[in-house]
């Protein structure tokens, strides 16, 4: 199986709304990795979480805030956002240590936020 | 930095024909180099995964080859149909300081005309 999901698929939400994406992978997998998507650009890697501890947060805005509750679910939670964070978010996975040489990140179908 | 260029950025071909989409990277101090294939509004698809030692790799119809000493990658396709249509990128997995991270091309927007 290497399927990684994403709850919502369609998120929109008001600036003033607390709301939250949620990713589960059950590969084993011990990196997670957060993406934004802008339309018709290659995703930004915002976050990456290695063995559960937050390794990586690319200078995100503190709107954006991540949680690895365990090895296969990640969180994003989202606060006081603004229309220009609207994008495709994407979750990924990867197994073993981020550095490794064998390590293929695996996307979920993302979750398309729309901001109000 | 590492940049990572694909071009063209939009191909258009006729049902059958075989193409090559191009990337190219400019620190080839790579760990490996991964292409997806990205639908509208969808996640993306692991296709092809060359490690930096590795010279090609093949699944099904596709083939991608690695020349890290001048910075390149292929992803060859074979006999292309219209369900091929959709953007494929690269992206490049770097040692170092930045060995966590992909380097994403900008992708080829790819149609094939039934």
């Known amino acids: 199986d290497t399927e990684v999901t994403q709850t919502p698929k369609h998120l929109v939400m008001g600036m003033t709304n607390k709301k939250s994406l949620k990713c589960e992978q059950h590969m084993g997998h011990r990196a997670m990795y957060w993406y934004k998507q802008k339309a018709k650009k290659p995703p930004e890697l915002m976050f990456v979480?290695?063995?559960?501890?937050?390794?990586i947060n690319e200078s995100v805005p503190s709107r954006f805030s991540p949680e690895c509750p365990n090895s296969s679910l990640l969180n994003l939670h989202l606060h006081a956002l603004q229309p220009e964070d609207s994008a495709l978010y994407l979750c990924?996975?990867?197994?073993?240590?981020?550095?490794?040489?064998?390590?293929?990140?695996?996307f979920g179908p993302g979750t398309r936020l729309t901001v109000l | 930095k590492q940049e990572v260029t694909q071009i063209p950025a939009a191909l258009s071909v006729p049902e059958g024909e075989n193409l090559v989409l191009n990337c190219s990277f400019t620190?080839?101090?790579?760990?490996?180099l991964q292409w997806f294939r990205q639908d509208p509004g969808k996640g993306l698809t692991s296709l092809l995964l060359?490690?930096?030692?590795?010279r090609e790799q093949t699944s099904g119809r596709l083939n991608a080859s690695l020349d890290k000493s001048s910075g390149r990658s292929t992803l060859y396709i074979a006999a292309s149909q219209p369900g091929d249509s959709a953007t494929y990128l690269c992206a490049v997995r770097g040692r170092g300081g930045s060995a966590r991270q992909l380097t994403f091309g900008s992708g080829t927007q790819l149609t094939v005309l039934p």
């Open positions: 990924a996975s990867s197994q073993g240590r981020t550095s490794g040489p064998y390590n293929e990140q695996f």
């Open positions: 060359i490690q930096s030692s590795q």
């Open positions: 620190d080839s101090a790579i760990y490996n």
């Open positions: 979480y290695s063995y559960e501890k937050l390794s």
